[in-house]
């Protein structure tokens, strides 16, 4: 079992940055992929990034491709999401979420999920 807990999220201009962060609970945490999501009101959750268990490989959404870029640190079990030159198309409620060894794109693909933060970029 692995409990995710988000921070980080806030209201920012557009062109801005902010860096979320993704706190995970579980002596296993390293051997878990974890994925970005996000939702904007009215929309369907939609895949942000994905990074696999060592950190050495990453996966971006279009969308967010050279904007956004997501780390973690193992030892301290979280992950995290920098996210520069923000638009207010970003605007959503982010969520991470963790699977089990390799990444996926695809929200049922993950088996925990955090209980996001919200992200707000104005115009």
């Known amino acids: 079992q692995v409990q995710l807990v988000e921070s980080g999220g806030g209201l920012v201009q557009a062109g801005g940055s902010l860096r979320l962060s993704c706190a995970a609970s579980?002596?296993?945490?390293?051997?878990?992929?974890m994925g970005w999501f996000r939702q904007a009101p009215g929309k369907e959750r939609e895949f942000v990034g994905t990074?696999?268990?060592?950190?050495?490989?990453?996966y971006y959404a279009d969308s967010v491709k050279g904007r956004f870029t997501i780390s973690r640190d193992n030892a301290k079990n979280t992950v995290y999401l920098q996210m520069n030159s923000l638009k207010p198309e970003d605007t959503g409620v982010y969520y991470c979420?963790?699977?089990?060894?390799?990444?996926?794109?695809?929200?049922?693909?993950?088996?925990?999920w955090g209980q996001g933060t919200q992200v707000t970029v104005s115009s």
């Open positions: 990074i696999i268990w060592s950190g050495g490989g990453t």
């Open positions: 979420a963790a699977r089990k060894a390799y990444t996926s794109s695809v929200v049922a693909g993950y088996d925990f």
């Open positions: 579980g002596r296993t945490f390293s051997t878990y992929a």
